[in-house]
């Protein structure tokens, strides 16, 4: 994936920026850093911002970016794009089977909680996650690898955005950094393309609040395999 992105930068002399996602604080260590860092070296990966180069978007890495998702959390709160949502995972489960849904995901039961059924909720001692509110409709884009992809936001359940414990999530610190990363072109893996229409949804809530000025394109790239034709982990032995 990095491979693509660099060559798209270098072809059409755009800048390759390099960001370290470290928000899972077990799995990020100094010793994974390093590899990476060194893996991309090896091959030629040069980048134009990020770790060791810096550049006009630092800090390149998320772990230090906090308090821009703190201050987009407040601001799309504010703005009603988000709601608190007390429910448990078996709660949400429950109702979905009660109500013979096949829509995967979150039911949108804490859009609308009156004041008294928060005060329940707090009395119980549950701490809210943080979730977006999917607009209605569709939402289409011209894909750089797929062509035209619309997907109807019905099936686009309302998604977290903070952990209970105010951790931000990666459905918000991605597209965070890259409005303020002022990105224009994202090549990834087709395993995202899923979430594509929550980015994109987001994107517009953050340009209305200030926090972007555009939506990036993408691109997203077929499934690089391993053994078995299972796709290929970064944490496979294979993959070095």
């Not at 850093?33 to 991309?40: A, E, G, H, V």
């Not at 849904?101 to 949108?108: A, F, H, I, N, T």
């Not at 209305?208 to 077929?222: D, L, W, Y």
Request: aromatic content about 10%; overall charge negative.
């Amino acid at each position: 994936t990095a491979l693509f992105n660099w060559a798209f930068a270098r072809h059409h002399g755009g800048t390759f920026v390099f960001r370290i996602e470290d928000t899972d604080k077990e799995r990020s260590t100094d010793e994974s850093l390093r590899s990476i860092l060194d893996l991309m070296r090896w091959l030629g990966l040069d980048w134009d911002e990020g770790p060791e180069v810096g550049g006009p978007h630092a800090p390149y890495f998320q772990s230090e970016r906090s308090d821009l998702y703190v201050d987009a959390l407040a601001r799309l709160k504010e703005s009603s794009h988000t709601y608190d949502c007390y429910c448990t995972t078996d709660e949400a489960t429950a109702r979905r089977k009660a109500a013979g849904s096949k829509v995967q995901g979150y039911d949108g039961f804490c859009r609308e909680l009156t004041p008294e059924q928060v005060d329940a909720f707090v009395a119980e001692g549950r701490k809210p996650v943080v979730r977006f509110r999917m607009p209605d409709g569709s939402i289409t884009w011209n894909d750089l690898v797929r062509g035209e992809v619309s997907f109807e936001t019905e099936f686009v359940p309302d998604f977290a955005l903070a952990r209970a414990n105010g951790d931000p999530l990666y459905t918000l610190v991605n597209p965070v950094d890259d409005a303020l990363m002022e990105i224009t072109h994202v090549l990834r893996g087709e395993d995202l393309l899923s979430s594509t229409p929550r980015q994109i949804a987001l994107y517009a809530a953050l340009e209305e609040v200030g926090i972007a000025k555009a939506t990036p394109q993408f691109g997203h790239f077929p499934y690089v395999m391993g053994r078995g034709h299972k796709k290929l982990s970064k944490r496979d032995p294979e993959a070095s």
